[in-house]
């Protein structure tokens, strides 16, 4: 365990940090969640605006550190040719 006030107030903080990124983790994984049914359900009107709001978030956790960037467009990626795929049969 840290001995030094600066480790201290580190640890502290990495602490705090982790739980916001757990939940920020979570919220992604929700979406994710929520747009893959939005595309089986085929309504195009719901699939677009989810797709918008996903993405959005999806940008916003890269932002944040939270996922790296390459992932963020490996996902990104991957919903927008689902959405595609779905669309064009």
Request: no cysteine; net charge positive.
């Given at each position: 365990?840290?001995?030094?006030?600066?480790?201290?107030k580190?640890?502290?903080?990495?602490?705090?940090?982790?739980?916001?990124?757990?939940?920020?983790?979570?919220?992604?994984?929700?979406?994710?969640?929520?747009?893959?049914?939005?595309?089986?359900?085929?309504?195009?009107?719901?699939?677009?605006?989810?797709?918008?709001?996903t993405?959005?978030?999806?940008?916003?956790?890269?932002?944040?550190?939270?996922?790296?960037?390459?992932?963020?467009?490996?996902?990104?990626?991957r919903?927008?040719?689902?959405?595609?795929?779905?669309?064009?049969?």
């Amino acid at each position: 365990m840290a001995s030094h006030e600066s480790a201290i107030k580190a640890h502290r903080q990495s602490l705090v940090k982790r739980e916001a990124n757990r939940q920020y983790r979570a919220r992604l994984r929700g979406a994710l969640r929520s747009i893959r049914v939005a595309i089986d359900s085929g309504d195009a009107t719901k699939v677009k605006d989810a797709l918008r709001s996903t993405i959005s978030l999806v940008d916003k956790m890269a932002g944040k550190k939270v996922i790296h960037r390459n992932a963020a467009a490996r996902y990104k990626s991957r919903l927008a040719k689902r959405v595609a795929k779905r669309t064009a049969a």
